[in-house]
């Protein structure tokens, strides 16, 4: 309510009581502890909007738990077999897209005396190996990325590492299938380390970018 209540407080146990009217300055007990009270003394003038009662000592707030930035994580396990998946779609969509992609701008540059199905096969395979290792990387780092959540540096190292690994054995596939490849094993190496750092750097960089939005 918000009216003025006459309201008299007992010094023993703190109990407060409304004092009915016509009551004031009469002599009265605490209904609480039983202690002798003259409403006239210490009676406060006092604007209520709750019921009456011993005043409540206020408990501390309980400090809020910090949530662990673990906790806003994909677990590791989970991480993984999710960029395993998006790495095996990204490896077959990039082998299928590229390969088509460069065998037809094969046939559409070749000169006219030129055998179209022999320079569709040479352009389809160079794009199969490429479309291979691109596809592989951007599907892993990107899932990997928003999975885990990392720092810049930290995702760099993580891309690094996955370039790294998945253009030596791109390399290898191509020695074995293609019976030589483009590039040196070192060169390979260099290229994929140092795409997937930048991929991974950039994957991260835009997702702090967006939800700092």
Not at 187 to 207: E, K, M
Request: proline share 5%.
């Amino acid at each position: 309510m918000d009216t003025k209540t006459n309201v008299v407080t007992c010094s023993i146990c703190g109990h407060r009581m409304a004092i009915p009217p016509g009551f004031e300055g009469k002599a009265g007990r605490c209904s609480k502890c039983g202690t002798s009270l003259q409403t006239g003394e210490d009676v406060l003038n006092l604007k209520l909007d709750f019921d009456l009662g011993s005043p409540v000592t206020p408990k501390a707030a309980a400090p809020a738990q910090p949530q662990s930035h673990s906790e806003s994580r994909v677990p590791l396990k989970k991480a993984l077999i999710k960029a395993s998946v998006h790495a095996l779609l990204g490896l077959l969509l990039g082998m299928v897209a590229l390969g088509i992609i460069l065998g037809i701008l094969a046939v559409v540059t070749s000169p006219s005396n030129t055998h179209l199905a022999t320079s569709f096969r040479t352009a389809f395979n160079g794009g199969v190996s490429f479309g291979m290792l691109g596809g592989f990387m951007v599907g892993a780092i990107v899932s990997l990325m928003y999975s885990l959540d990392p720092s810049i540096p930290k995702g760099a190292a993580i891309g690094a590492s996955i370039g790294l690994i998945a253009s030596l054995v791109q390399y290898a596939i191509e020695n074995t299938f293609l019976a030589t490849s483009d590039t040196t094993a070192l060169l390979n190496g260099l290229i994929g380390t140092f795409g997937g750092a930048t991929l991974a750097a950039l994957t991260v960089w835009y997702r702090q970018y967006r939800e700092s939005r």
